[in-house]
């Protein structure tokens, strides 16, 4: 309080020196503090000079070299031997280069194992299937893990963690084992069959096992969480202001989760499905494991064309166009949600 | 400044009437719009609003002012329907709406986070309310383009709120709780979020607006200043409970208990004994006060009864000169002197030890003051600025 009566110019005669005295003090100490500054500066912009153009770099490039290792040689491998030609030897497909007579490089494209793929009505109707097969099963999980995701987020913090937990605790149990205990459980004299007969609802077991039930039961299971995740953080991170303001301008509770709710928790729902969808399209255990002997997929297609037909080349082309009809969509999708994104901002 | 006396207990009709007297007469003979009646509300073992009964009237610009945690919110929720009272019951123009859900409310609420949906425009989220109830979309454009107008955001009307500033959002969130034409706006602190500067100006604004089309408002606030400047009727809440309701001018200079005496502006309290109980006349003895107190009127308290003396800062008196009376002076020195533009603020070490803060205005440009640091002056007051309270 006192200091508002002591400013320099006030027109009520304080006491003038002690600011004096108390300025030249500190403006001593400031002018220290700048001479020790910039010795220090010195040395530190030196370091941060090396920290600049090593460290940064090395930091931000560690996931890059990460990507190019395991992911983009990987693919660069399978892209060459989905053009070379199968051949029974080690390896088991053609050489993309060769060295011809007269001292020539000699690059051999094969394209006939992309066409072959089209020519086996096989390869598209696994993959037609695969996509089916995952885009029931995002529905699926998008249905069961909306629900869940909200109760969740709208839990009280404690309850909360416990739920987060239960979501995350199947990953402590190796995948393969979860699939495998809904064998037990699906099969003739598993778990439910038995349960069933025991109760005398019914006299012989259900066929469970190896139908397209147990496929979706085992996908739907199997990426829960994944769905489980995103939506819950979109939906933890929505004010509940925002429903009560809708509530408050009349809104039913019922038309609020449709028209506030729902448009905001959209960020969740596509990373969510994304990240079902993809692997699911992809996936061969499940379908090998739980599914019927007419499941068709184009993971276990292949599976059987590596390790059963041991065709490299045609594998590696499955896996090729595979990769390309999964991937332009998603690119093309976020690109124009991107954009839509971008004028909506816009405007 | 009306020379009333001033009372222990007054009735309400001798009064001043506040900065708008205009509307606050105009008010007075208007209808209740809400009743609150014995509300009390309970989280678990805490009550957070405390046998609550308030009258609000049509028109009116009523605040619900104090400290943070004493239940503003949680009142102004109820009456929202967000949350349900543990007892009582709360009226809307006559109705019982004590189990109404929000959305069968004739009210609609500003929010202090003002909650605009983030995925609608600025004119979407201004609809929202006028298309729940299904009105054809040319009224719904004429309402929208109309409470825009209303606060100068026209031009922002397809912008997304996050593109805004913080000044046009808490305008944008006025404008949607008010196109429905409630019966009661709700405002829970709808200037926190402001800077000083621009939450002064906004104070008025919001005034005007609610001139203009004339809704009940109920105003949030925890702030003093702000709701003497916007409120024709200010209730003061403390730990869930109502101390005073009355228009700021009675507050401040006819408060009820010390509460309300230093919640409602800066006041120089001191504790002493009623020694002489008359009815036109009572006499306090303080151990701060070298000298008794004088008021001329009688209080409803017995002789010997603890009271303390209120006496407002601006209302206290200093000189050289001794003044010529038995009674309402001390003196002191002068600790600090606050200077502050306008006005100056001394604080006063009386030789009780307590200390006095009297604040003088600066008139005169070039004048020296004659009244300095360390100085021994006197401190006195008229024995009709002096408010005592009982508790
Ligand atoms: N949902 C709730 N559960 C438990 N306690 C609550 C709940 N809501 C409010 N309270 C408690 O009730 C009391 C009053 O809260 P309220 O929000 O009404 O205060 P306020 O007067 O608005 O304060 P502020 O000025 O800080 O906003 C507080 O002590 C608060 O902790
Ligand atoms: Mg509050």
Request: charged share 20%.
């Amino acid at each position: 309080m006192s200091g508002a009566g002591e400013g320099p110019g006030h027109g009520l005669g304080g006491r003038p020196t002690t600011g004096a005295r108390t300025r030249s003090i500190a403006e001593a100490a400031w002018a220290a503090a700048g001479r020790d500054g910039e010795r220090n500066g010195h040395g530190r912009t030196r370091l941060q000079w090396l920290m600049a153009r090593f460290g940064r770099g090395t930091v931000i490039g560690i996931p890059y070299i990460w990507l190019l290792l395991f992911f983009l040689l990987p693919f660069l491998i399978v892209l060459k031997i989905s053009f070379a030609e199968f051949r029974i030897g080690l390896p088991p497909y053609t050489p993309l280069l060769e060295w011809i007579e007269g001292g020539y490089l000699q690059i051999k494209l094969a394209f006939g194992n992309f066409l072959f793929l089209l020519d086996d009505p096989l390869y598209v109707v696994a993959y037609l299937n695969s996509l089916k097969v995952a885009l029931v099963s995002t529905l699926i999980a998008l249905l069961i893990g909306y629900p869940m995701a909200y109760a969740i987020a709208r839990a009280s913090p404690t309850w909360r963690a416990v739920y987060l937990l239960l979501v995350i605790l199947p990953f402590w149990t190796s995948f393969l084992i979860r699939v495998y205990a809904w064998i037990g459980i699906l099969k003739n004299n598993g778990l439910i069959n038995n349960a069933l007969i025991s109760l005398g609802l019914i006299d012989s077991p259900l066929p469970l096992l190896n139908t397209e039930v147990s496929l979706y039961i085992g996908i739907v299971y199997s990426y829960l969480p994944f769905m489980v995740l995103p939506l819950y953080a979109t939906l933890e991170k929505m004010d509940i202001a925002l429903i009560e303001a809708a509530a408050d301008l009349g809104c039913r509770p019922f038309k609020a989760f449709l028209t506030v709710t729902l448009p905001l928790s959209m960020p969740g729902i596509v990373a969510g499905s994304m990240l079902v969808f993809i692997p699911a399209v992809g996936e061969f255990v499940i379908p090998d494991l739980l599914g019927g002997a007419g499941t068709l997929m184009i993971g276990k297609v292949l599976w059987s064309e590596f390790f059963n037909n041991r065709d490299w080349p045609v594998a590696s082309a499955v896996a090729i166009a595979m990769l390309i009809f999964l991937v332009i969509p998603i690119v093309v999708f976020q690109y124009y949600q991107h954009k839509h994104a971008e004028r909506a901002e816009e405007s | 400044m009306t020379d009333t006396l001033v009372q222990g207990t007054h009735s309400a009709s001798s009064r001043p009437e506040g900065s708008r007297p205009g509307a606050v007469l105009r008010r007075a003979e208007a209808r209740p719009i809400i009743e609150i009646q014995d509300v009390v509300k309970t989280f678990g073992d805490f009550v957070a609003v405390d046998q609550v009964s308030l009258t609000i009237r049509e028109g009116e610009l009523f605040a619900l002012l104090g400290g943070s945690g004493c239940g503003k919110t949680t009142l102004l929720r109820m009456l929202a329907g967000f949350e349900r009272p543990t007892a009582g019951r709360i009226l809307i123009g006559g109705q019982d709406m004590t189990q109404v859900p929000p959305y069968d409310r004739p009210v609609n609420m500003m929010f202090q986070s003002y909650a605009l949906f983030p995925h609608m425009s600025v004119e979407a989220n201004v609809a929202f309310g006028l298309r729940q109830d299904s009105l054809p979309k040319a009224e719904i454009r004429d309402r929208v383009r109309q409470m825009l107008d209303l606060v100068q955001l026209g031009p922002f009307a397809k912008r997304k709120p996050h593109h805004l500033s913080g000044g046009q959002r808490q305008r944008v969130a006025l404008a949607r709780s008010l196109a429905k034409h409630p019966k009661v706006l709700l405002l829970d602190e709808p200037l926190a979020a402001l800077d000083k500067k621009l939450r002064e100006q906004t104070q008025l604004e919001l005034v005007g607006i609610q001139e203009r089309v004339g809704t009940t408002f109920v105003v949030v606030t925890h702030d003093q200043e702000e709701a003497m400047t916007m409120a024709d009727r200010v209730a003061i809440m403390d730990s869930g409970r109502i101390i005073q309701v009355d228009t700021p001018h009675a507050l401040y200079e006819y408060p009820n208990t010390r509460y309300v005496a230093e919640f409602f502006g800066t006041v120089n309290m001191f504790q002493g004994q009623l020694i002489e109980d008359e009815p036109d006349h009572i006499l306090i003895r303080s151990d701060a006060l070298a000298n008794p107190v004088y008021v001329g009127h009688g209080i409803s308290a017995r002789g010997g009864a603890t009271v303390w003396v209120a006496l407002r800062p601006e209302k206290l008196a200093i000189s050289r000169v001794q003044p010529d009376s038995p009674h309402n002076w001390d003196q002191g020195i002068v600790e600090d002197i606050v200077y502050l533009g306008g006005i100056s603020t001394y604080h006063i070490r009386l030789d009780s030890g307590a200390l006095a803060r009297v604040t003088t205005q600066n008139l005169e440009r070039m004048a020296e003051p004659d009244i300095t640091w360390d100085d021994r002056v006197f401190v006195s007051w008229r024995h009709d600025n002096t408010v005592v309270v009982t508790g």
